[in-house]
């Protein structure tokens, strides 16, 4: 235990080089670790609370003759009469300024000694200010990032674990401090603490059961899963007598005297495992070779073992000693969530942080990294879920409902970063694109050596009978559930201490059944949490009469609720595991856990989570997202800009974002002879525009294998003559000029997609004047392909209303239908790309009505007006997630692939430039011109994609071509739009200032501090998760790049992550400080 890093990692390596591949596993993640400490510290982010029992102390890592100011010391002046902020670099001693800064001296105050880089930024400061605030300057921050490991606490007084970011996509504390082994000797080994429902000390290595009797199983460790997936480790043991002999000491009782809790545990584990690589080798196809009768012989359908449970009788070697340890620790003698999770890992750098990069297991069944990956994970998962536990114990505990308020916000931000940093992990691909943890690899090799079965113990005692049955012999077998999720503490901690019911039976009979393989503590604690008041309750009690109002219990009843959202947000997340990693690759549509139960109970659990809220008193501005009704109050719009204030030359009301189409045009793609601005022009002009319109129906059929279509719309150059006139283009309406930019652009990219460097010249040449004309570049974009690319249908044939009368809505009016006009491929997984994306910016009408609201809000400081549009905001993008999963789940994605290498030709060649793979991807992910994406960040406060060192050249390449694209974007926009985005891009407006300024402000309550964090965060939040479905959307479309657009999510999840407000943290520590 007291041995050097590099000793440690000399000790591993020498016992993972029994197999090879154990030793492989190994040297990857020595390898990995390599790696992730060279840039250990690199990015220095604190926003990240973890519980201490340290005190409000501030570690330093000592680097010779450090060059500048240490992050102790600014770290240090945090107080009233000692306040400095470091901002680019640079720190500021803002002592003297505190009483004369323009936003209050709190605002100063919160961030006094810490960074303050991004809210100074975020706020704006005039010139003026940029010259007082270089009069105050102390001197450059220290660039060595080794001399800041620790930084000043949070609102607990705990110390704050520098966060070591990880391609999992988010910022993760890295757990636990290593235990001083003198402070955690002392503790039961499963006690309930300040590490959650981790062991209070890091687990002992194999090396501590030499010289005890169960050193025998020490040593077929590390040969478990070369001789344990053959059947040839049953074969030695079976026929080594002396081997069975040492096995069968161990069974004694005397073996367990004299051994510690850990070693114990330990012991428990190995043992365990050797009977499952006794019991199940060799059982899965072909691992024991290949013969004439092996199809026959072998169960190749995954998840299965070809053993008949009943029969199999584990030998008295074997059953002895695991029935020994089993009695002992009162847990079922089978590897359980705690043998292969909790106590199945150890540091590789003995103090540093539990990462996917710097814990490895102890022992496994395989030589796969998935099987390592999978278990990482989950200890990672109850790592970090460590805050969760300290919230609740202290929730539970405190009388003051000021402390409860801010405990929540805690517990709420813990839950967040577990499901948004960490259950993220188990779909993590490697460098070169492969997954972590296939779910073919889990399901098909790892799983069916853990599932449930059935087992019969020789010498079992507790279960023998006189009756010997159909197996010839007396024992009873054993039902042995597998290992699973179920069996963790961590979810049924959280559902008692936020009074979450569990209304089946059936369901209740399946937790009290996991119980049985949790550790004693545990039990006790969650015994002791289900015997008092919940969370739940305690807000219950203290509800107001009806007609009174108090705010203070409403802040109390959103913050449960967002708590009950972040715990939903984790189930659903659960069960996305269950459906990638055994229901898709086992295409079943009934799935059963490795714990040996069905996952019925999940769907139950959901309904019951989400009965759990408290309904919320309804107020003018308030949400009532998550009341019963579901109803939001009616928003007030202001009144948009007088359209007769418009330019004549370029399209502003056409665009106009306040519009009932939303984002798209305001009148659809139709035919000029039927359109209303076709009735006005003179008939050689009708004529030209009503070939263009063939033109452009024509292109799938001729653009297909270098077809004849530039000389087909060469040949009509002599009838398209009167497009050759400026004037004329130039003076037709502007929908007329809309139509002819839409429907040429597309006549040019079928014309250079069909082999051709540029298009006729009867048709570039008005593009160029058009394209003029409407204030964009004469090329095809996200404009000309979606937003002006739409008509719409109605159901009125009869085999639609004959449908519509069948299903009861006769005298319904059809809903109308919106669909693509202008196709080049005409399949169905083009119609689905663009139709979905119509769908989504006609229906960002109701996003840009938020943000008108909330910008009438920000200008009347109406904090409740405001905190509406952020949750309408918010609400707008979990409805877009809703519905691309949706569509995600149903569609099948095999030709996407194959639709977008089709699609890029018409895409990439007719702009300046042919676009790269990587160009066409990121032009995907940010929907080219569309304003939508750029519009939700401004309103937030935030970038798109900020400026960020990746670990990997490929990944910040790719960061960079993302930035160029949305920059490109933005010249390829409607002019209104354009507008729109540049007003909401003004200094001043977004709602991340407006959420600082009122922090700064007086007499803004912390209940409305609260509010305005909250709705701050949850929009963030799911805009976030909207993102992450881009990128979904991208990983489908190019596979080949899903690795490095994965990687690349993840540092801009991070940096959102980052953006995550504080205000009661925030506030909490000016009352320290001003309390110093």
């Known amino acids: 235990m007291a041995a050097s890093a590099d000793d440690s990692l000399s000790r591993l390596l020498r016992r993972a080089s029994l197999t090879v591949s154990a030793g492989l596993a190994a040297g990857a993640a020595v390898s990995a670790a390599a790696v992730v400490y060279r840039r250990t510290h690199r990015r220095m982010l ?25 992050w102790s010391e600014l770290a240090r002046h945090d107080s009233l009469d000692e306040a400095w902020i470091a901002i680019s670099g640079q720190v500021y001693n803002v002592t003297p300024f505190l009483e004369d800064h323009p936003g209050g001296k709190l605002l100063l105050l919160a961030f006094a000694g810490r960074e303050a880089t991004e809210p100074f930024e975020t706020v704006g400061h005039s010139a003026l200010a940029q010259r007082e605030l270089r009069r105050l300057r102390v001197g450059a921050l220290c660039k060595d990032p080794h001399t800041y490991s620790l930084v000043k606490a949070g609102a607990d007084g705990g110390a704050r674990r ?10 993760l504390t890295g757990g636990s401090k290593a235990a001083d082994e003198e402070g955690a000797a002392s503790l039961g080994l499963w006690e309930v603490g300040s590490r959650g429902f981790m062991p209070t000390r890091d687990p002992v290595g194999i090396e501590a059961l030499f010289g005890t009797k169960f ?21 030695r043991l079976d026929g080594d007598s002396e081997l069975q002999r040492r096995l069968l000491a161990a069974g004694d009782a005397s073996a367990l005297q004299g051994l510690s809790e850990d070693q114990i545990e330990r012991a428990f584990m190995v043992a365990g495992y050797t009977m499952l690589a006794y019991w199940r080798g060799g059982t899965l196809a072909y691992s024991s070779g290949t013969g004439a009768d092996h199809v026959s012989r072998k169960n190749v359908e995954g998840g299965t073992c070809n053993i008949d449970d009943t029969k199999f009788v584990l030998p008295a070697f074997l059953a002895k000693p695991l029935l020994l340890l089993s009695n002992h620790l009162g847990r079922p003698p089978m590897p359980d969530y705690i043998a292969t999770v909790l106590y199945n890992w150890t540091r590789i750098d003995k103090t540093g942080p539990v990462s996917t990069s710097n814990i490895r297991c102890v022992v496994r069944l395989t030589g796969l990294q998935d099987e390592e990956w999978f278990f990482k994970t989950h200890v990672i998962i109850e790592s970090e879920a460590a805050q969760i536990v300290a919230s609740i114990i202290r929730a539970t505990e405190t009388k003051d409902d000021d402390e409860l308020l801010s405990l929540l916000m805690d517990l709420e931000e813990a839950l967040w970063r577990v499901v948004r940093a960490c259950l993220p992990i188990m779909y993590e691909r490697n460098e070169s694109g492969t997954p972590q943890c296939s779910e073919h690899m889990f399901y098909q090799v790892l799983r069916p050596l853990i599932k449930a079965g059935t087992l019969a113990f020789e010498g079992d005692t507790a279960t023998a009978t006189t009756d010997t049955g159909a197996a010839g012999n007396s024992l009873v077998p054993r039902f042995l559930h597998g290992p699973s999720g179920a069996m963790s503490s961590l979810l049924p901690c ?23 393989s949790m550790p004693h503590a545990h039990r006790e604690f969650l015994a002791k949490l289900k015997s008092q008041p919940s969370i739940r309750d305690r807000i219950l009690a203290t509800r107001p009469e009806s007609g009174e109002v108090n705010e203070q219990h409403d802040a109390l009843t959103r913050s449960f609720n967002r708590v009950i959202s972040r715990v939903l947000d984790f189930r659903w997340q659960h069960w996305q595991y269950v459906k990638n990693y055994i229901m898709k690759p086992g295409a079943l549509s009934h799935a059963v856990g490795s714990g040996g139960t069905s996952f019925d109970y999940l769907q139950q659990h959901i309904t019951d989570t989400e009965k759990a809220r408290i309904r919320e008193r309804g107020g003018d501005g308030f949400s009532k997202l998550h009341t019963e009704n579901g109803e939001l109050p009616p928003m007030h719009l202001p009144p948009t800009p007088a359209a007769g204030r418009r330019d004549q030359t370029h399209s502003r009301e056409f665009w106009s974002v306040d519009g009932d189409h939303g984002l798209l045009s305001r009148e659809p793609l139709v035919a000029p002879n039927l359109a209303p601005w076709g009735q006005t022009l003179v008939p050689p002009m009708l004529e030209a525009m009503n070939l263009i319109w063939d033109l452009c129906q024509k292109v799938p059929s001729l653009c297909t294998g270098n077809g004849p279509y530039y ?25 007329a000029r809309e139509y002819l930019m839409t429907s040429l652009s597309h006549i040019k990219a079928g014309c250079m997609a069909s082999g051709n460097r540029k298009p006729p010249r009867c048709i570039e040449k008005p593009l160029q004047v058009v394209a003029r004309s409407v204030g964009r570049p004469p090329f095809l974009d996200f404009t000309e392909l979606v937003l002006c690319n739409w008509d719409t249908t109605t159901v009125d044939s009869t085999r639609g209303q004959e449908a519509e009368q069948a299903a009861g809505h006769q005298d319904e009016t059809p809903e109308p ?48 007006a405001a905190v509406s549009s ?38 990439t060649r007719s702009g300046n430039h042919e676009l790269s793979i990587e160009e066409t991807a990121c032009w995907v992910y940010c929907m080219g011109s569309s304003v939508l994406f750029l519009a939700l960040h401004a309103y937030l406060g935030i970038q798109m994609c900020p400026e960020f060192e990746a670990e990997n050249p490929e990944v910040e390449a790719l960061g960079e071509t993302l930035r160029r694209m949305i920059k490109e974007g933005r010249v390829c926009m409607p002019v209104a739009h354009r507008e729109f985005l540049e007003q909401l891009e003004k200094p001043g407006v977004s709602m991340r200032q407006y959420c600082f300024r009122r922090f700064g402000a007086k007499r803004v309550s912390v209940e409305v501090l609260h509010d305005l964090e909250a709705g701050y965060n949850d929009s963030l939040y799911a805009l976030g998760r909207l993102l992450s479905r881009r990128v979904h959307l991208v990983s489908r479309f190019f596979p080949q790049l899903a690795g490095n657009f994965g990687a690349l999510n993840s540092d801009l999840e991070a940096a959102m992550q980052h953006s995550r407000l504080q205000l009661l943290n925030m506030r909490q520590r000016v009352f320290r400080s001003l309390q110093a």
Request: hydrophobic share 45%; with cysteine.
């Open 494 to 516: 959280i559902d008692a201490a936020c009074g979450i019911e569990t209304s089946s039976a059936r369901l209740r009979d399946a937790l009290k059944m996991f119980e049985k």
């Open 711 to 735: 000389e087909t719309v060469d040949a009509l150059a002599p009838k398209l003559a009167v497009l050759q006139d400026d004037r004329a283009v130039a003076g037709l309406s502007e929908s």
């Open 870 to 907: 952020m949750v309408r905001v918010g609400a707008w993008c979990n409805k877009f997630c809703d519905f691309f999963d949706a569509y995600f789940e149903a569609k099948d994605s095999r030709t996407e692939s194959v639709m977008i290498r089709r699609l890029e030709p018409f895409i």
């Open 46 to 70: 604190e926003s990240l609370p973890v519980s201490s029992s340290a005190g409000d102390i501030v570690e330093e890592v000592v680097t010779p003759a450090p060059d500048g100011i240490l």
């Open 817 to 864: 239908k919106r669909h693509v006009v202008w196709r080049f491929l005409a399949m169905p997984d083009e119609e689905w790309y663009r139709a979905t994306h119509i769908v989504m910016h006609e229906e960002a009408r109701e996003v840009v009505a938020a943000i008108r609201v909330g910008h009438v809000a920000m200008r009347d400081l109406n904090d409740r």
């Open 162 to 171: 520098v966060v070591e970011r990880l391609r999992g996509g988010a910022q």
């Open 215 to 235: 050193d025998v199983f020490a040593e077929l460790a590390d040969l478990l899963p070369s001789m344990g997936f053959t059947g040839a480790l049953r074969k």
